[in-house]
């Protein structure tokens, strides 16, 4: 034994060969700080020995490395640049050393190398890999970019445009594409890797392969003439700003990296590295990608945590086909769970068939299942008129009309067919589930279980929890949730739940807007381009339905009178008694065509501004800040009420349920990210001198209070590493 650390370790093989074998506690191996300490002192201990003539980096585990550990980001960002850059600098002189020892290196690739991971093998001399391998660098989907070497050796060895397609859209390489890039050596089968490694290494003792000048061209400029380099630079520089936009900084910044540095040898190429890496990390777009990527990984741990205690889900119903039930039906059978979908009209069953068709159809052309999966998925499904079958079910999920005479009598009526252990569910968006649930006989098995529209697309499941929901039963719907690929979060019972309820503030922010002379296409342009909305409130309420928006504001009004009820005609209630309802009938606040993909094309109608005069105020050229804090300041407080009130429990699942269930900016990361960035005093101090638009704009005093303090929402994560 060369060295023994606790992640990993480093013995001889046979005469003049050794490996280094990466092995954490732990299912998988990851890059933090204790590792990258071990895999010095490894590298120290191999310099001391004379007798090693070649080195296999391995792996312990199915996967080679995941990546670094991104739980130690957000303490590490904290720290001061040049401390920032230092241990930068610290780790890179890590991953030189193991690039410049004096025998050739091969790392030997099984599943995963990602991160820390690519960036590991990349200064190794030959990557040998099996046909289970996913090699990448996908630091940019986390606002930041490699920072341990990879916009330095990977342009190189694989070639600049290659090299920044990879980087700027964080792509992962399988196996086949690696070796056709060049981004390994050799691929394998996975009972053969580790032989081949061993020949290769052979092959590169006895001199047979030339494994100085390869590790010479990691270290040298850039082969690039004058004018391949301005083509190659331009035209990236023009993808990017197209793909990424304004907002996500860090694929810009990669290319920007790779360009400066396209002149300088490795270590002149690492130092511009660093710079770019440490400006990155200090970036606010950075610190909130980091923080959605810590609280899904928060929301699935809950979710496994729910899989332990309640039961399997093994069969599940659909009440209601038509496209909601029918993307339900989809999901769930795609998943491996068979699905009766149960409706009283035929046309509606063929409604639901025909979206799980149409669903798998996009699947199979785009080859992500075959003819036979998508056979099996469709006769996973079971169209029905009539209960046969019911009863063999565990999770029943109730998607008829939106109303709570018709939801209550379907729900009481499909309890009498249930065994009693099986678990009821509304997919209802405002009626309080305690509501629906007096009408049953054993309100402990009935929550909510709230799907998003279109199903397929949006990741989130709001679980709602009623006041004799049981343990057991939210723990079962979660599993489930979480077993169709979704993300749940838990919420209590309050009517709109938490998604709804903190949307109609945003909406009444819009009509207040209006009614004070604001221009409802400039609000949707600044809530689009400025705040990062992927739709401005108008655009949105007519994708919502301004008669669903219509009825579901009555219902939030009742709940919450004092913020939510409205002493005034405002532009929805024009849209809706003009029956201008979106897109469901063409018109809105826009009109719409289809596109030439089928798709709703949307146009200004020159009609609107006449039927929403009467109630618009005198035109008033309202700043992008005014619209931005007049728009989310009703939310925020809202949300911060919703925690407040225990509604929902975490900032962490009140942020991903916002970002998967409304498309509130990811770069933004959530209210209470935004919150932590802007600062809660200074966010108290802007929302006051709103406060005379009325009790919506009041400041919750829990957040006054954390203010004074000085104090954020996430500054426990922040002082994690």
């Known amino acids: 034994m060369i060295y023994q650390g606790d992640t990993l370790s480093v013995r001889y093989l046979e005469d003049g060969l050794a490996e280094l074998n990466l092995d954490a506690p732990g299912s998988v191996n990851k890059f933090d700080l204790a590792t990258l300490e071990s895999l010095n002192e490894a590298l120290n201990a191999l310099l001391q020995k004379s007798d090693v003539k070649a080195l296999l980096l391995t792996s312990a585990k199915p996967a080679f490395v995941v990546g670094a550990d991104i739980t130690e980001f957000l303490g590490l960002f904290a720290k001061p640049e040049e401390e920032l850059s230092n241990w930068v600098t610290h780790a890179n002189d890590i991953f030189n050393k193991l690039e410049d020892l004096p025998f050739p290196t091969v790392s030997v690739i099984s599943g995963f190398a990602l991160g820390g991971g ?51 859209a964080g792509k992962e390489s399988k196996a086949d594409a690696a070796l056709k890039i060049g981004l390994v050596d050799a691929v394998t089968a996975p009972d053969d890797l580790r032989d081949a490694a061993i020949a290769l290494a052979k092959q590169a003792i006895e001199g047979k392969l030339d494994w100085q000048s390869r590790r010479a061209q990691k270290k040298a400029p850039l082969q690039l003439n004058k004018i391949e380099a301005t083509m190659s630079f331009t035209m990236a520089k023009g993808m990017v700003a197209r793909v990424a936009g304004p907002h996500y900084p860090a694929p810009m910044t990669a290319v920007v990296a790779i360009e400066e540095a396209s002149r300088s040898d490795r270590d002149g190429a690492l130092l511009v590295e660093n710079k770019h890496f ?212 838990v919420v209590n019972d309050c009517p709109g739940f938490f998604v709804n309820r903190v949307l109609f503030p945003y909406f009444a922010g819009f009509s207040m807007l209006l009614r004070d002379g604001a221009d409802f296409t400039k609000v949707d342009k600044v809530m689009e381009k400025k705040f990062g909305w992927p739709m401005g409130p108008a655009y949105l309420l007519d994708v919502v339905g301004i008669d669903t928006a219509h009825h579901a504001q009555a219902v939030m009004a009742e709940g919450f009178p004092e913020r939510m009820a409205k002493s005034y005609r405002d532009a929805v209630d024009v849209m809706f008694e003009s029956e201008r309802f979106g897109q469901k009938n063409g018109v809105g606040f826009y009109k719409y065509s289809v596109d030439r993909k089928g798709k709703p094309k949307k146009d200004v109608d020159a009609d609107v501004a006449g039927l929403l005069s009467s109630v618009l105020g005198s035109a008033t050229d309202y700043s992008d800040e005014e619209i931005i804090n007049r728009m989310m300041v009703p939310m925020i407080n809202e949300v911060v009420r919703c925690l407040e009130e225990g509604i929902i429990a975490t900032p962490q699942e009140a942020d991903m349920a916002l970002v998967y269930g409304l498309g509130f900016p990811p770069f933004r990361g959530g209210v209470f990210r935004y919150l932590d960035t802007i600062g809660l005093a200074n966010y108290v101090a802007m929302a006051d001198q709103l406060a005379n638009l009325g009790p919506a704009y009041k400041v919750p005093q829990g957040l006054r209070d954390k203010a004074a303090k000085g104090e954020g929402y996430f500054d426990a994560q922040r002082q994690s590493a």
Not at 125 to 130: E, G, N, S
Not at 141 to 157: A, D, Q, S
Not at 388 to 411: F, M, R, T, W, Y
């Open 118 to 168: 690519c960036e590991c093998i990349l200064a190794t001399d030959f990557r040998i890999a099996d046909s289970t391998a996913r090699i990448g660098l996908p630091e940019t989907k986390l606002g930041i970019m490699p920072g341990f070497g990879g916009t330095v050796r990977m342009p190189r060895l694989v070639g600049a445009d290659t090299a920044m397609e990879l980087i700027t």
């Open 278 to 489: 440490v400006k990155l990390a200090k970036n606010d777009v950075t610190q909130a990608l980091v923080g959605i990527f810590l609280n899904d990984q928060y929301l699935k741990s809950k979710a496994k945590k729910a899989a332990k205690e309640g039961k399997p889900t093994e069969r599940g119903t659909v009440l209601g086909a038509g496209i909601m039930g029918g993307g339900i039906a989809y999901q769930s059978a795609s998943k491996g769970v068979p699905v009766l979908m149960k409706d009283i009209s035929q046309a509606s069953l063929e409604t639901g068939m025909k979206e799980a068709s149409k669903l798998l159809n996009k699947q199979l052309e785009r080859g992500r299942l075959n003819g036979l999966k998508m056979a099996e998925v469709l006769a996973s499904i079971t169209p029905s008129l009539h209960y046969a079958g019911i009863e063999q079910s565990d999770v029943v999920v109730e998607a008829v009309v939106e109303n709570p005479k018709v939801k209550a009598a379907v729900l009481s009526e499909v309890e009498a067919l249930l065994p009693e252990g099986a678990v009821l569910t509304s997919n209802t968006s405002t009626i309080p589930i305690d509501l629906l649930a007096k009408s049953l006989k054993r309100p402990e098995n009935f929550c909510g279980m709230h799907f998003f529209n279109p199903v397929h697309r949006m990741p989130l499941v709001e679980v709602i929890r009623g006041k004799d929901t049981s343990e057991e039963t939210v723990a079962r719907v979660v599993a489930y949730a979480a077993k169709m690929g979704k993300s749940p979060v």
